[in-house]
C-alpha cells in the first residue's frame, strides 16, 4: 500500500474531516479503497478499524481534499532547465496539491492537439499529482487567430488562456468569448491592459518613483477587467480573472456577478501577503506580473476573498532559474515559485482571523475545481480519493533551500508561518509524506 | 571648515556611494567641503596629488558619457590613481556576459574603486553586492546620479552662500532624471525649498511624496525661485510619446528670458548637460555668463569626484603589497 504496490484499503481516523463542499468540519475518519473515497464521516468505525485495513491516526490533524491549483507554470516543454512535470510534481506533492492547471505558455505553446496529448502522456509516466492544461485562446499565443478550440477540449484541455498575456485585441476577445460557447468553454484572462502596462516593472507609486523604475498604473487591470465584463454581457461567454491585484477590479467582479453574469477570478497569495514596498532595495523576487500593488490594494484582496468575491487561490507558480532572477531589476523575469507555500500562506488569512478555516480550503478545493468543472476538491463517496492531511497549527519557516522545486525564486525566504503538510494523497496513494 | 574635512581621520561612515537617499545633512556637508577644497588645488598649475596613490580606479560605463566619465577620469588621474576605463562598447556585455559575471571579472582584478554609470535603475546596487572595493554610482537608469547632485549643491552654495532656505525649480524631464532625483534627495534634505516642472506626463507618480512642490506652468513654478535648474528631455528613455513635439515643448518649458523674467532677479541657471539647445533651453539664456552656471558646473564637477574619491578609499583597506 502506499507509495508502493496498489492500494488497498485505508482508514485514516482521529481525524478533523474538512469539506469545504459540505460544510463538514467535524472530527471523524475517511476509508479509502483502492484509489476512491468509500466512506467517511463522524461516526465511521465507532468500534475501531476492522482487521484487514490499515489505519493511519491522524492525532486530530486536518484532513481535506487534495488542493487544486488553477495556475501552474510548468516550463516543460521548452525551458526544463527551470522546472520539469517531475520536479513540479514533487513541489506540489509536497504543497498538499493533488491536481494542478498548467498554462499554456510553454515552448512550443499549447496551442494544438499534440502539445495537449504530450503533457497528458508525460503526467501519466511521473504519476504523482493530476495534471490538466489550459489551452492557448490563440495560436502561438500571439492574440490575433483562435485555436482550434472544440478539438483541443476534446483532447483534455479544460479551459482556454494566453498565460502571462493578455488577450488585447477586443475583437479577438468577442470572438473568443463567443465561439467558446459552443462547447461551454471557459475563457482565463491576464487582466492587464498591455499598452498601459508597456515598459513598466513595478506598481506605479511613491516606490516606482523613488527606485527610479517605469511603473504600471493599478488602473491597467480595472480597464481590462471593465472590457471582459462587457463583451461578456455581449457573447455570454464564460469568462475567469487570473491572478486579481486590484480593489477596483475585485469590485468589478462583484458587480458582474450580481448581474449574474458568468464571471469568476482569482488570486495568489503575493497578492494578499505582500505588497509594493516587498521590492525593497530592487529585489526581483518581488518582482511580478502582475505587480505586487499599494496595501490598499493588498487588503481588498483579502476582502474579496472574505466577501467570497475571489473564488479560488491559485500558486501562480513561476519558476525561473537564478539567471533570469540575478539582474536588474528591469531586466529580470516576472513571477515567484508557490507550489510549495500556496496552503501556508493561505492559512494565514485564517490564522490572522480573516478568513474562516472552510472559506480558504474552499477557495484551494472545491472553488477551483467548480470554476474548471474538475471531479476534484471535494469528498464524495467513489470519488477519486485525492486528500491532504495537514497540522494546521504547526510552526515553520519556509526556506527556499529545502523547496523540491528546481527553481528557488520565492520572495517569502525565511517568512515563519504556520499549517504543515504531512501527508498528500492522490487516488489513495501516498505521493508525499512529511517525516517528522 | 574645508579644513576640518581634508584632515584624513574624517571617515565616511558608506563604502559605496549609491544615491543621496539615505544621507544625513552632516555627510552631505562634509562632501560639500572637501569638495570645496579640490577646487583651488584642481586650479592650481601643479594638479597632482598623492591621494590615491597606489590605487587603482575603474570606469566602468554601460552607457555613453563623455563628460562623466571625463570628470571621473581627471579626477582620478588628479589625485595621483591608475585609472582605466571600459566602455560597453568593448566590453563582454555585448558578448553576452552577465552583469554579475562582469562584476566578479573585475572584483578578481582588485580595483580599489569602481564608478560605474548603467542604463538599468538599480544595476549599480546589484554590482555594489558583489565587489569587494569601493563602487560609486555614476548614474543608474531614472534613479540616482550622486555626484551630480553634489556639484550641483555646491555651485549653489559658492553662488548663493548656503543652501537652505533658498527656491530651487527643477524643471523639465523629471521622469525619466535620475539627477532630479539626485538633487531632490539632496536639496530637501538640506532644507531647500524645491519644486518641479513639468507637464504632467514628464511627472512621476507621486512625485509629491519627495517634499517637493509640483507645478505644469514655467511661469508660476519660476516665481521668485533662487535657482532654475533645466533638465534635458531624454527622448532615448522614452516609450511612446510624451510631448506632442519639441517645437510645442520648447514653447511651454523652453527656458527663454520671458519665462526665466518670473524669477528672482539675480536667479542662476543650471543645467547638467548636455543640452539640447532650443529644446528645453534657448541658446542665448544657456550662454549668459552673467546667469548661468553651466561651465562651473563642469569644473565644479572635477574637484567633487575628487572628494568621493578621496573619501571613499579612506576606509578602504591597505592593499597586501603596502602591508608588505
Not at chain 1, 492531511?389 to 520565492?410: V, Y
Not at chain 2, 555651485?155 to 533658498?166: A, D, Q, S, V, W
Not at chain 2, 516609450?239 to 527663454?256: A, K, Q
Request: glycine content about 8%; proline content about 6%.
Amino acid at each position: 500500500m502506499g507509495a508502493n504496490g496498489p492500494p488497498g484499503r485505508v482508514a485514516y481516523v482521529n481525524a478533523r474531516l474538512l469539506d469545504p463542499a459540505s460544510g463538514l468540519d467535524a472530527p471523524g475518519a475517511l476509508l479509502t479503497e483502492g484509489e476512491a473515497i468509500a466512506d467517511f464521516g463522524p461516526n465511521l468505525f465507532p468500534d475501531g478499524v476492522p482487521d484487514g485495513i490499515e489505519a493511519i491516526d491522524c492525532h486530530g490533524c486536518c484532513l481535506a481534499p487534495g488542493l487544486v491549483d488553477m495556475r501552474v507554470q510548468l516550463r516543460e516543454p521548452g525551458e526544463e532547465h527551470k522546472e520539469t512535470i517531475a520536479t513540479a510534481s514533487r513541489a506540489a506533492a509536497a504543497g498538499g496539491i493533488t491536481s494542478m492547471v498548467s498554462l499554456p505558455n510553454t515552448d512550443p505553446a499549447v496551442d494544438g492537439v499534440a502539445v495537449v496529448e504530450f503533457l497528458a502522456r508525460r503526467a501519466r509516466e511521473v504519476k504523482m499529482v493530476k495534471i490538466f492544461t489550459y489551452a492557448a485562446v490563440t495560436r502561438g499565443l500571439a492574440g490575433r487567430e483562435i485555436t482550434e478550440m472544440g478539438l483541443l477540449a476534446e483532447a483534455g484541455a479544460v479551459a482556454f488562456s494566453d498565460g502571462v498575456k493578455a488577450v488585447s485585441d477586443p475583437l479577438v476577445m468577442r470572438r473568443a468569448l463567443s465561439y467558446a460557447r459552443t462547447f461551454d468553454l471557459l475563457i482565463a484572462q491576464h487582466p492587464e491592459e498591455p499598452s498601459l502596462a508597456a515598459g513598466g516593472v513595478m506598481n506605479e507609486g511613491e516606490i516606482a518613483t523613488r527606485l527610479g523604475l517605469p511603473g504600471i498604473p493599478a488602473v491597467a487591470e480595472p480597464i481590462m477587467v471593465e472590457r471582459d465584463i462587457r463583451l461578456v454581457e455581449l457573447t455570454g461567454g464564460r469568462y475567469h480573472a487570473a491572478h486579481l491585484s486590484t480593489a477596483a477590479a475585485v469590485e468589478q467582479i462583484h458587480q458582474a456577478k450580481e448581474r449574474g453574469l458568468p464571471v469568476t477570478c482569482d488570486t495568489a497569495p503575493a497578492y494578499f501577503a505582500l505588497n509594493e514596498t516587498a521590492v525593497g532595495d530592487y529585489r526581483t523576487f518581488a518582482k511580478l506580473s502582475p505587480p505586487l500593488r499599494s496595501e490598499a490594494d493588498r487588503r481588498a484582496i483579502g476582502d474579496g476573498l472574505k466577501d467570497g468575491i475571489i473564488d479560488a487561490i491559485a500558486s501562480d507558480h513561476a519558476p525561473h532559474d537564478q539567471d533570469s532572477k540575478r539582474l536588474p531589476f528591469a531586466q529580470a523575469a516576472d513571477g515567484i515559485v508557490g507550489l510549495e507555500t500556496l496552503l501556508a500562506l493561505s492559512l494565514e488569512l485564517y490564522h490572522n482571523g480573516h478568513l474562516p478555516l472552510l472559506e480558504v480550503l474552499r477557495a484551494l478545493t472545491f472553488g477551483p475545481a467548480e470554476i474548471l468543472a474538475l471531479p476534484a476538491g471535494r469528498f464524495k463517496k467513489g470519488a477519486a480519493a485525492d486528500l491532504v492531511l495537514f497540522d494546521l497549527d504547526q510552526p515553520w519557516q519556509i526556506e527556499i533551500d529545502n523547496f523540491r522545486s528546481k527553481s528557488k525564486n520565492s520572495p517569502f525566504d525565511g517568512r515563519p508561518v504556520q499549517g504543515r503538510v504531512l501527508r498528500t494523497v492522490v487516488d489513495g496513494r501516498w505521493i508525499f509524506v512529511h517525516d517528522a | 571648515m574645508t579644513a576640518i574635512a581634508r584632515a584624513s581621520n574624517i571617515r565616511f561612515p558608506h563604502r559605496h556611494l549609491l544615491g543621496i537617499e539615505g544621507l544625513s545633512p552632516d555627510e552631505i556637508t562634509l562632501l560639500l567641503d572637501l569638495s570645496e577644497s579640490y577646487i583651488e588645488y584642481h586650479r592650481q598649475a601643479d594638479k597632482k596629488r598623492a591621494v590615491l596613490r597606489g590605487r587603482t580606479l575603474i570606469n566602468l560605463f554601460f552607457e555613453t558619457s563623455t563628460r562623466t566619465r571625463t570628470s571621473f577620469e581627471l579626477a582620478g588621474k588628479r589625485l595621483g590613481g591608475s585609472v582605466i576605463n571600459m566602455s560597453v562598447a568593448t566590453s563582454a556585455i555585448k558578448k553576452g556576459e552577465t552583469l554579475i559575471d562582469t562584476a566578479m571579472t573585475l572584483n578578481a582584478m582588485h580595483p580599489d574603486v569602481l564608478v560605474v554609470r548603467h542604463p538599468d535603475s538599480g544595476a549599480v546596487k546589484l554590482l555594489s553586492e558583489k565587489v569587494n572595493c569601493a563602487l560609486i554610482n555614476a548614474g543608474d537608469g531614472s534613479h540616482e546620479h550622486p555626484t551630480q547632485a553634489l556639484l550641483d549643491a555646491l555651485t549653489i552654495r559658492r553662488r548663493k552662500g548656503r543652501l537652505n532656505g533658498l527656491v530651487v525649480a527643477i524643471c523639465g524631464d523629471i521622469l525619466h532624471s535620475r539627477v532630479a532625483r539626485s538633487n531632490i534627495h539632496l536639496l530637501t534634505t538640506m532644507g531647500t525649498r524645491v519644486r518641479v516642472v513639468a507637464p504632467p506626463t514628464l511627472l512621476p507618480a507621486e512625485i509629491e511624496r519627495l517634499g517637493v512642490e509640483v507645478f505644469n506652468d514655467m511661469r508660476r513654478g519660476l516665481e521668485d525661485c533662487d535657482i532654475v535648474m533645466m533638465l534635458r528631455l531624454q527622448s532615448e528613455r522614452m516609450h511612446g510619446t510624451f510631448v506632442p513635439s519639441t517645437r510645442e515643448y520648447f514653447h511651454f518649458f523652453g527656458l527663454d528670458y520671458e519665462k526665466l523674467s518670473a524669477a528672482k532677479p539675480d536667479a542662476m541657471i543650471m543645467h547638467p548637460g548636455p543640452m539640447n539647445r532650443g529644446v528645453e533651453i534657448d541658446s542665448e539664456v544657456a550662454d549668459d555668463i552673467g546667469r548661468s552656471a553651466i561651465t562651473e558646473q563642469v569644473e565644479i564637477g572635477v574637484a567633487v569626484r575628487m572628494a568621493c574619491l578621496d573619501m571613499l578609499t579612506r576606509t578602504l583597506p591597505l592593499s597586501a603589497a603596502e602591508l608588505a
